[in-house]
């Protein structure tokens, strides 16, 4: 059973903080990760993938890989209203992508 | 480009019912997928397809068949329709699967969604 988990949350920042999402997967077969943001009521859109350990930026977006420890987080800097939506895990095994976490919920407070 | 389109995008069945949601994709992409998705929780897998004429099942694939004889179309067909399958429906499509050398090709390209309820 290949497991990703998120924390459900929600998780609640103020606008202009830091928002800091994990992931955490039991494959060792995971090879790159997708990050998924998905609005209430609407279909998930791709907001990063990372596939080298350490870290990738993207604008407001950092991503972070750390494979020995089976974990990958996103962080989003200058927290907007705008983010406010789930954010879904997804990683890429033995050339697979089948696999979503059950999302972390973030609400950013104006 | 539509990208990835589904119809219906709501419907009420009632138990023992059968219906087929469609999908169709205009990026000429390999793979298509079925997902459902229950209230506050992730995406599950339903089946997935590499190509046309080649399906396969993915997490939780009973109680539903596809078939995929054209590159663009990917219906999902419910048989006896069951509560158990009251859940918003995603269909998606990647060009392949994960991250290669020349870059990003995993993206899925997810539809809007078809919301089931079974009564």
């Known amino acids: 059973q290949k497991e990703v988990e998120q924390n459900s949350g929600p998780l609640s920042v103020p606008e202009g903080a830091i928002a800091s999402l994990n992931c955490t997967y039991s494959?060792?077969?995971?090879?790159?990760f997708f990050w998924y943001r998905q609005y209430s009521g609407k279909s998930p859109e791709l907001i990063m993938f990372?596939?080298?350990?350490g870290d990738k930026e993207d604008g407001r977006f950092t991503a972070q890989l750390n494979k020995a420890s089976q974990y990958v987080s996103l962080l989003i800097r200058d927290s907007q209203p705008s983010d406010s939506a789930t954010y879904l895990c997804?990683?890429?095994?033995?050339?697979?992508?089948?696999?979503f976490g059950t999302g972390t919920s973030l609400t950013v407070i104006p | 480009n539509a990208g990835v389109t589904q119809t219906p995008k709501f419907r009420i069945l009632k138990i023992g019912q059968s219906m087929t949601l469609q999908c169709t994709q205009d990026?000429?992409?390999?793979?298509m997928y079925w997902y459902r998705q229950d209230p506050g929780m992730g995406l599950k897998l339903i089946y997935y397809?590499?190509?046309?004429?080649?399906?396969d099942k993915g997490e939780v694939p009973n109680g539903y068949n596809v078939s995929r004889s054209t590159t663009e179309d990917f219906p999902l067909r419910l048989e006896l329709a069951a509560p158990s399958q009251t859940s918003v429906y995603f269909c998606?499509?990647?060009?392949?699967?994960?991250?290669?050398?020349?870059?990003?090709?995993?993206?899925?390209?997810f539809g809007p969604g078809t919301r089931l309820l079974v009564l």
């Open positions: 998606a499509s990647s060009y392949s699967i994960g991250v290669k050398r020349e870059g990003n090709i995993g993206t899925q390209y």
């Open positions: 494959d060792r077969g995971s090879q790159s």
């Open positions: 990372i596939y080298s350990n």
């Open positions: 997804a990683p890429v095994v033995f050339g697979n992508q089948f696999y």
């Open positions: 990026m000429n992409h390999n793979y």
């Open positions: 397809s590499v190509g046309a004429g080649i399906t």
